[in-house]
């Protein structure tokens, strides 16, 4: 079937520091992207969305851009924070990517 | 507060036994409930979907024989987990979908001994 893949599993920030989290997608009809963190031992929590037919949103620190010729989201975390350590998905409904770990050293 | 109540948090059962894993709907009709596993450093792979009032539809590769899914009202979806061996330890996840947001129940770890 489709995929939803990340390109790096790992990634260690400074805390204040910005972070971006990348991910591909390989069905080119996807016209709705979600990311999502997950804390250990907890279910995931949604963090931001964005259709097709937009290539930015933004919400509170949190930026999701979208290029669809490559096929590219990515997840921009303004000023990190350590309480935003957490293993981050990109989803295309209903299916997930394989997950980024965001450490944020203080 | 939570859309979606998913109870047991965590269940250890023996081999050969039968679980059940309820998710609640607060306030919310989930028309539809995904059900996902997920095991450690691994993403969460979708297993099945149901749609309330009819059969779910599973993965390729997700026994629905061994993977029992009801969900017989917009309120409650069950996944139940037969003759559980401790390959199938994992963490399992419910969800659900408004027309903006996607719900997660807070996911069931599941240890089989």
């Known amino acids: 079937g489709e995929s939803v893949g990340l390109h790096l599993p790992t990634l260690s920030v400074q805390e204040g520091d910005n972070s971006i989290i990348n991910c591909a997608y390989s069905n080119s009809a996807s016209d709705y992207f979600i990311w999502y963190k997950q804390e250990s031992g907890k279910g995931p929590q949604f963090i931001i969305d964005?259709?097709?037919?937009?290539d930015k949103r933004q919400g509170q620190r949190v930026t999701v851009l979208l290029n669809k010729t490559v096929k590219h989201l990515s997840l921009q975390i303004a000023a990190t924070q350590p309480g935003d350590s957490a293993v981050y998905f990109c989803a295309e409904n209903p299916g997930f990517g394989d997950g980024t770990t965001l450490t944020v050293k203080p | 507060g939570a859309v979606v109540s998913q109870h047991p948090s965590w269940v250890i059962c023996k081999s050969g036994t039968s679980v059940k894993i309820e998710c609640r709907s607060l306030d919310f009709q989930a028309t539809t409930m995904f059900w996902y596993r997920q095991f450690p450093k691994q993403s969460l792979m979708l297993m099945a979907t149901s749609n309330e009032g009819s059969k779910a539809t599973y993965e390729q590769g997700v026994e629905k024989d061994k993977f029992l899914i009801n969900h017989a009202s917009l309120t409650l979806s069950t996944l139940t987990v037969t003759s559980a061996h401790p390959e199938d330890s994992s963490f399992y996840i419910c969800?659900?979908?408004?027309?903006?947001?996607?719900?997660f129940g807070q996911g069931t770890r599941l240890t089989v001994v």
């Open positions: 969800s659900t979908r408004s027309n903006t947001e996607a719900f």
């Open positions: 964005i259709r097709s037919n937009m």
